[in-house]
């Protein structure tokens, strides 16, 4: 079946520095979505992409989407304690139904 | 505009108790997703419905776990009977259409001991 593979599993960065996380399905994707996790909370929708190539961006945040349709990456400029969560890929095919990634955990030091 | 509200927020019983979680969908969406969150297996669909039907309730752990939605406003998870690896936090979320984000509630954070 359909599977999203999210790397890395933690990050730990200095607060500045840059982050970026991966996202890699095991089938072409009809879009993808990203959502974010704070500590204790629920999932929150980032953004969508839906276009071969696609690249969006949301202030320090820049979303990628493959030519293939089936990476994906998000990259977080200059990271602020703000940041701090669990950042989820999450995939749709052919169906209706999305699968996420384990999501990336990250954790700036201050 | 309410959010996806589910119910309760904490849940703590002993082994063999039957455990029933509840959620409402935000007003519209025609499409609402149960998930389990842990951290070794991170958030899985345990199943999903359209328009009250379930769809695909293949990340079901066991017969223990059963869904309804009897109508558009309302749906529930039940654990009977409940083991101590079912604790997790018990995610619902609801979207509108095919192509849509899908909205979280709160969470039900699950206890068996």
């Known amino acids: 079946g359909q599977q999203v593979m999210q790397i890395p599993q933690y990050q730990h960065v200095q607060e500045g520095e840059d982050f970026t996380t991966y996202c890699n399905s095991s089938?072409?994707?009809?879009?993808i979505q990203w959502y974010k996790q704070r500590p204790g909370g629920h999932p929150v929708f980032l953004i969508q992409?839906?276009?071969?190539?696609e690249v969006k961006k949301q202030k320090r945040l820049t979303f990628q989407f493959g030519e293939a349709k089936k990476n994906s990456s998000l990259h977080i400029t200059a990271t602020q304690t703000t940041d701090v969560g669990t950042y989820f890929c999450?995939?749709?095919?052919?169906?209706?139904?999305?699968?996420f990634g384990k999501g990336t955990r990250l954790h700036i030091l201050p | 505009d309410a959010g996806v509200i589910q119910s309760p927020r904490h849940e703590v019983t002993e082994m063999g108790q039957e455990v029933t979680l509840r959620c409402k969908p935000i007003?519209?969406?025609?499409?609402l997703f149960w998930y389990r969150q842990t951290m070794m297996r991170g958030l899985e669909l345990l199943i999903y419905?359209?328009?009250?039907?379930?769809?695909?309730d293949s990340g079901m752990p066991e017969d223990r776990f059963s869904a309804k939605m009897p109508n558009a406003s309302f749906s529930t998870l039940k654990i009977q009977p409940s083991e101590p690896r079912d604790s997790a936090v018990y995610f619902c979320?609801?979207?509108?259409?095919?192509?849509?984000?899908?909205?979280f509630g709160d969470g039900t954070r699950l206890s068996i001991l």
């Open positions: 979320a609801s979207r509108r259409g095919t192509h849509q984000p899908q909205h």
């Open positions: 089938t072409t994707l009809s879009n």
């Open positions: 992409l839906v276009k071969s190539g």
């Open positions: 999450a995939g749709m095919g052919r169906d209706d139904k999305i699968i």
């Open positions: 007003s519209g969406h025609d499409y």
């Open positions: 419905f359209n328009n009250n039907v379930p769809i695909d």
